[in-house]
Protein backbone atom coordinates (compact mmCIF):
# COMPACT_ATOMS: atom_id res chain seq x y z
CA UNK A 1 0.00 0.00 0.00
CA UNK A 2 0.96 3.59 -0.95
CA UNK A 3 0.11 6.45 0.38
CA UNK A 4 0.41 9.96 -1.60
CA UNK A 5 -0.40 12.84 0.08
CA UNK A 6 -0.48 16.39 -2.13
CA UNK A 7 -2.42 19.95 -1.60
CA UNK A 8 0.10 21.40 1.43
CA UNK A 9 1.48 25.03 1.31
CA UNK A 10 2.10 28.49 2.50
CA UNK A 11 -1.16 30.41 3.05
CA UNK A 12 -1.87 33.50 5.37
CA UNK A 13 -3.57 32.86 9.09
CA UNK A 14 -7.86 32.89 8.19
CA UNK A 15 -7.09 31.04 5.23
CA UNK A 16 -7.48 27.50 4.07
CA UNK A 17 -6.07 24.67 2.52
CA UNK A 18 -7.19 21.11 1.53
CA UNK A 19 -5.33 18.12 1.67
CA UNK A 20 -5.48 14.90 -0.38
CA UNK A 21 -4.06 11.56 0.22
CA UNK A 22 -4.83 8.57 -2.34
CA UNK A 23 -3.96 5.13 -1.30
CA UNK A 24 -3.44 2.78 -4.19
CA UNK A 25 -2.25 -1.02 -3.93
CA UNK A 26 -4.24 -3.35 -2.07
CA UNK A 27 -6.06 -0.64 -0.02
CA UNK A 28 -9.23 -1.60 1.78
CA UNK A 29 -11.99 0.98 1.74
CA UNK A 30 -13.12 0.24 5.05
CA UNK A 31 -9.98 1.13 6.37
CA UNK A 32 -9.71 3.75 9.00
CA UNK A 33 -7.36 6.69 7.41
CA UNK A 34 -6.35 10.06 9.02
CA UNK A 35 -4.11 12.53 9.02
CA UNK A 36 -1.52 13.89 11.51
CA UNK A 37 1.02 17.06 12.21
CA UNK A 38 4.25 17.26 13.37
CA UNK A 39 5.07 20.67 14.13
CA UNK A 40 9.51 21.47 14.78
CA UNK A 41 10.44 20.36 18.17
CA UNK A 42 6.99 18.72 18.87
CA UNK A 43 5.50 15.09 18.72
CA UNK A 44 3.14 13.70 16.38
CA UNK A 45 -0.04 14.15 17.24
CA UNK A 46 -3.56 12.98 15.56
CA UNK A 47 -5.35 16.10 13.17
CA UNK A 48 -8.74 13.55 12.68
CA UNK A 49 -9.32 10.27 11.33
CA UNK A 50 -12.30 8.62 9.37
CA UNK A 51 -13.30 5.27 9.58
CA UNK A 52 -14.97 3.24 6.00
CA UNK A 53 -18.09 4.03 7.45
CA UNK A 54 -17.41 7.83 7.72
CA UNK A 55 -17.11 7.61 11.41
CA UNK A 56 -14.90 11.05 12.39
CA UNK A 57 -12.52 12.07 15.00
CA UNK A 58 -10.28 15.55 15.71
CA UNK A 59 -8.00 17.02 17.98
CA UNK A 60 -9.71 19.79 20.35
CA UNK A 61 -7.49 22.32 18.31
CA UNK A 62 -9.10 21.30 14.80
CA UNK A 63 -12.58 20.95 15.90
CA UNK A 64 -14.96 23.42 13.98
CA UNK A 65 -12.12 24.97 11.91
CA UNK A 66 -10.95 20.98 10.03
CA UNK A 67 -13.08 18.08 8.22
CA UNK A 68 -12.01 15.09 7.38
CA UNK A 69 -13.36 13.16 4.61
CA UNK A 70 -13.34 10.25 2.13
CA UNK A 71 -14.36 9.12 -1.09
CA UNK A 72 -14.58 5.31 -0.74
CA UNK A 73 -14.02 5.02 -4.77
CA UNK A 74 -11.24 6.64 -4.87
CA UNK A 75 -9.44 5.33 -2.33
CA UNK A 76 -8.81 8.90 -1.45
CA UNK A 77 -8.87 10.72 2.01
CA UNK A 78 -9.18 14.85 2.69
CA UNK A 79 -8.63 17.22 5.12
CA UNK A 80 -10.02 20.58 4.79
CA UNK A 81 -8.46 23.12 7.02
CA UNK A 82 -10.26 26.58 6.87
CA UNK A 83 -9.87 29.52 9.68
CA UNK A 84 -5.72 28.50 9.53
CA UNK A 85 -3.84 29.71 12.46
CA UNK A 86 0.04 30.06 12.75
CA UNK A 87 -0.04 27.05 14.97
CA UNK A 88 -0.99 24.55 12.47
CA UNK A 89 1.99 25.05 10.78
CA UNK A 90 3.51 21.60 10.53
CA UNK A 91 4.28 18.31 8.36
CA UNK A 92 0.95 16.49 7.61
CA UNK A 93 0.76 12.84 7.41
CA UNK A 94 -2.07 10.61 6.25
CA UNK A 95 -2.54 6.88 7.32
CA UNK A 96 -4.03 4.35 6.98
CA UNK A 97 -4.58 1.40 8.90
CA UNK A 98 -5.41 -2.51 8.06
CA UNK A 99 -8.53 -4.24 8.48
CA UNK A 100 -10.14 -3.85 11.60
CA UNK A 101 -7.69 -1.28 12.98
CA UNK A 102 -9.94 1.20 14.67
CA UNK A 103 -9.23 4.56 15.39
CA UNK A 104 -8.43 4.25 18.90
CA UNK A 105 -5.30 3.05 18.08
CA UNK A 106 -4.76 5.75 15.69
CA UNK A 107 -5.24 8.06 18.65
CA UNK A 108 -3.27 6.12 21.37
CA UNK A 109 -0.91 3.71 19.82
CA UNK A 110 0.16 5.33 16.47
CA UNK A 111 3.45 3.12 16.30
CA UNK A 112 0.87 0.30 15.54
CA UNK A 113 -0.48 2.36 12.50
CA UNK A 114 1.38 0.37 9.20
CA UNK A 115 0.69 3.05 6.38
CA UNK A 116 2.12 5.96 6.19
CA UNK A 117 2.48 8.56 3.17
CA UNK A 118 4.80 10.79 2.96
CA UNK A 119 4.84 14.28 4.87
CA UNK A 120 3.38 17.61 2.85
CA UNK A 121 4.47 21.07 4.84
CA UNK A 122 2.05 23.48 5.82
CA UNK A 123 3.05 26.83 6.53
CA UNK A 124 0.50 29.40 7.85
CA UNK A 125 1.83 33.27 8.25
CA UNK A 126 0.54 35.63 10.88
Known amino acids: VQLQASGGGLVQAGGSLRLSCAASGNSGSINTMAWYRQAPGKERELVAS???????NYADSVKGRFTISRDNAKNTVYLQMNSLKPEDTAVYYCAMGDSGLGPVVFMRVPSAVPYWGKGTLVTVSS
Open 50 to 56: VTGTGTT
